[in-house]
């Protein structure tokens, strides 16, 4: 895949990068490892200095950097400024938790004595240059919310951003640049996905982490075993959102639209499967399919776009296929299911009921703005049908009944579950999920110690 600015809402390929040579790639590589002896020994104060500016940098770079990052994946240009203000706020809540997050903990002072020493700590250490390999769905968020905690741990980063965004990724670089960050601490790696295993086995990168597909989890992940590397992976997710008869169908509805198009679709964390107890379905599907209809579809530069072009014509044709699988098998569209005649890589807002397992849509992930209802009889049902899938990223429970809750939370096979709301990312909480959606957490304490060396130091009399 070439590394190119390609405009998704209407096909025309703007502005293409030659990939690293050997020579410039081993430069940075040694850059890399050069930054890192100083970086780690910075202080905590040092480097939320320049956190914020970083932070500050991206607000005033919030309109600019919205519309490159809409010219390459084709996102409304309301939620990529929404996004650019997202990652300065996180940069932001890195920079003022950092220090606490890290700061050394001491065990139990009878368990201290027990070991026979007179003083026990364990220290939050960094382990030296990390390889992101990220996608192009949220091309700003999921490299801050790795580069910010990485950064204020200690560690240095190095980008391998997806193909078809060169020009988000090269942004990223300069602006940690710009907010004084030494040469080498953040670098962009313009280069194509058969070279990430060369960098990954390289002996300076101590870490990676992926944000993508379940293929290139498995790649890194088999690579980064084999020499014996840390990862964490965020892969695929086929999200449920469960309606039980107590819930307000109309707020249900209505969230549920935004939750299935959000960014055009194409979000891991987009609720995808939307399962509605028997006694409430035909309510609920009669309203979220009104407002699936009622969506706004149409040039993502235009401020009253709701949905845009979906970022490629190959992710256009799998979603194609997903759906003609399943009408060929008997599922019943409820609306949408056919590619608008215009330019550009639109799909429109699509609804799909009578789903069965049979279908490759009951399995698979559907990254575009499709979805599928199910009918559960009751709790038993509504819970089997939502783990009833490969994935176990996010989850969506709507009702007021406690009890149901409380099966929910015990028995969804999810990273997270959001009762009476959508799912969204926050860098207080840890995100991250189970099954092939993948291992390890981003965001909060939990995701900034992923890159740490937890070191006991044991301190005798």
């Given amino acids: 895949m070439p590394i190119a600015t390609v405009n998704p809402a209407t096909g025309e390929t703007l502005k293409t990068y030659d990939a ?5 790639l081993e430069r940075r590589l040694a850059a890399a490892e050069t930054a890192f002896r100083t970086h780690r020994t910075t202080t905590f104060a040092e480097r939320a200095l320049r956190m914020h500016k970083a932070a500050d940098l991206l607000d005033e770079d919030q309109q ?7 010219t390459e994946m084709g996102k409304p240009v309301r939620q990529a400024r929404a996004e650019a203000a997202k990652c300065a706020k996180a940069m932001h809540w890195y920079a003022d938790h950092a220090e606490e997050l890290l700061a050394d903990e001491e065990p139990a002072s009878q ?7 007179s003083w026990v700590i364990v220290r939050y250490r960094p382990l030296g240059p990390v390889l992101a390999v990220m996608p192009w769905n949220f091309p700003l968020w999921q490299v801050v919310r790795f580069a910010a905690p990485a950064l204020m741990a200690g560690n240095v980063g190095l980008l391998k951003h997806a193909s078809n965004v060169p020009q988000t990724a090269l942004y990223l670089e300069d602006l940690y ?9 953040f670098q962009t790696l313009l280069i194509g996905s058969g070279a990430v295993e060369k960098v990954l086995r390289d002996p300076r990168i101590k870490a990676a982490t992926l944000t993508g597909s379940e293929p290139a989890g498995r790649a890194v992940a088999a690579v980064a075993g084999d020499e014996v590397k840390k990862t964490v992976l965020e892969l695929g997710g086929s999200d449920p959102f469960v ?6 169908l109309d707020r249900a509805a209505e969230v549920a639209v935004t939750a299935r ?3 055009n679709g194409q979000s891991c964390i987009a609720a995808k499967r939307f399962i509605v107890h028997t006694d409430v379905f035909d309510a609920f599907a009669e309203r979220f399919t009104a407002g699936m209809t009622a969506l706004r579809t149409g040039d993502p530069m235009d401020e009253e776009t709701e949905v845009g072009p979906l970022s490629s014509e190959r992710g256009r044709a799998d979603l194609e296929e997903l759906v003609a699988d399943a009408v060929e098998s008997g599922a019943t569209v409820l609306c949408g299911g056919e590619r608008p005649a215009r330019p550009g890589w639109y799909y429109p807002p699509t609804a799909l009921a009578d789903v069965t397992p049979e279908m490759r849509i009951h399995h698979e992930e559907a990254f575009g703005p499709v979805a599928t209802l199910y009918r559960a009889a009751d709790l038993d049902e509504a819970v089997a049908i939502a783990n009833d899938s490969p994935f176990g990223l996010s989850s969506n429970v709507w009702t007021h009944n406690g009890i149901e809750v409380d099966r929910f939370v015990r028995d969804l096979e999810a990273g ?5 709301g959508m799912t969204a990312s926050h860098p207080a909480f840890p995100f991250g999920g189970v099954k092939r959606s993948g291992y ?3 965001l909060s304490g939990h995701g900034i110690r992923e890159f740490c060396n937890i070191t006991t130091v044991w301190h005798g009399a």
């Fill in 20 to 24: 690293l040579g050997a020579e410039e």
């Fill in 64 to 70: 600019h950097i919205a519309r490159v990052m809409t």
């Fill in 111 to 117: 368990d201290v004595k027990d070991s026979g020493a």
């Fill in 177 to 185: 640049r710009r907010a004084g960050f030494a040469e080498g601490c």
């Fill in 243 to 248: 309606v039980m008869p107590s819930a307000d």
């Fill in 261 to 263: 198009v959000q960014n």
């Fill in 416 to 420: 997270c579950v959001y009762v009476n």
């Fill in 440 to 442: 390890g957490r981003e």
